[in-house]
């Protein structure tokens, strides 16, 4: 079986860990949001890739659920005596290491697909870990602070503000002008089912949706299409999606998030058992729907997740 995932970070990762036990012999390529990309001291930053990689290849800091395991700070410290910032973007002295290497191979003129692969070669993640597109994309998000109207690179506006302020709008910059990546539209084409993993709908999966001919290829591939919502009785699994899903008019529930995608992409839709209530309406917008229990508390049961997605999937293509 070849599946393909459009994964963003810590919600992705964990999702495909379990996907990885729930079909262990399936050839699975993993679609990265790379709209979080960031530079910082000079350095090409790929916080989504990057927990990708280490989720799966074993070095992750599981109670961050981002970073390194055992990481020090020693060079951020240094650079903070020297008054050099940002401060509220904590880059350990191992994940330095990541970022200078990817930065050197972009300025050898090596595209980030390429890039990535090198990488992976370290970590062996067990899948095909593909950036969205080689071409620069970054996510903006509209704020009023102190009275200012300003665009704030996402980042700043998730980790350094907390998402504390309302989004007014969420902008995939350079989206429009990108190309999907080598292997993102033969990875599609040639898939058995693709997943929408409990990622933001809005800032992870749907900045993968507005590069150019990724939704369309997706839409046209003709396999099932499952997602599963990272709603949870009309709150965000983890972090704060519902400040971004409110910046494009989506309310904060599991139909509403199915609804976004809609139909002419998505086949199927899982919500939590909490929220059962929601699948008449899923259905009702053409989409198939099904309750199961969505919260990733261990391995096992993030790999029951993915049986009752590709079950779904299967149920759909007959």
């Not at 961050?64 to 904590?90: M, S």
């Not at 090198?118 to 903006?140: F, Q």
């Not at 504390?164 to 995939?172: E, I, M, N, T």
């Not at 993030?302 to 759909?316: F, I």
Request: glycine share 10%.
């Amino acid at each position: 079986m070849r599946i393909v995932v459009l994964a963003g970070g810590i919600g992705g990762a964990r999702f495909l860990r379990g996907l990885k036990k729930a079909a262990p012999d399936a050839d699975i390529s993993v679609i990265g949001n790379t709209g979080d990309d960031i530079h910082l001291f000079g350095l090409k930053v790929s916080p989504d890739l990057d927990t990708v990689m280490y989720t799966l290849g074993g070095g992750i800091n599981e109670d961050q659920g981002w970073g390194r395991t055992d990481e020090t700070f020693k060079v951020k410290e240094e650079l903070a005596a020297y008054g050099v910032g940002p401060d509220w973007f904590g880059l350990g002295d191992r994940d330095f290491a990541t970022h200078i290497v990817r930065t050197q191979m972009l300025g050898a003129g090596y595209p980030l697909s390429a890039v990535t692969q090198a990488l992976c070669e370290r970590w062996r993640p067990g899948v095909r870990l593909i950036p969205m597109s080689d071409d620069r994309v970054e996510t903006h998000v509209a704020v009023t602070i102190d009275g200012e109207q300003k665009a704030v690179h996402f980042q700043e506006y998730w980790v350094r503000l907390r998402a504390s302020v309302d989004a007014q709008a969420v902008v995939p910059v350079g989206a429009e002008q990108a190309k999907p990546a080598p292997g993102v539209l033969e990875a599609i084409a040639e898939a058995d089912v693709v997943l929408f993993p409990p990622s933001n709908p809005v800032v992870s999966v749907g900045t993968i949706l507005a590069v150019p001919g990724i939704r369309e290829a997706i839409a046209d591939a003709g396999v099932p299409v499952v997602g599963l919502s990272p709603i949870v009785g009309d709150s965000p699994v983890r972090g704060m999606a519902d400040k971004v899903l409110a910046a494009v008019g989506v309310e904060t529930s599991a139909a509403a998030v199915a609804e976004h995608y809609g139909s002419g992409l998505l086949d199927g839709w899982l919500v939590d058992t909490v929220d059962e209530k929601a699948v008449e309406r899923v259905e009702s917008a053409g989409i198939r729907c099904r309750a199961v229990p969505l919260m990733m508390t261990d391995l096992d049961a993030t790999a029951e997740m993915a049986r009752q997605a590709l079950a779904l999937a299967s149920e759909v293509r007959a």
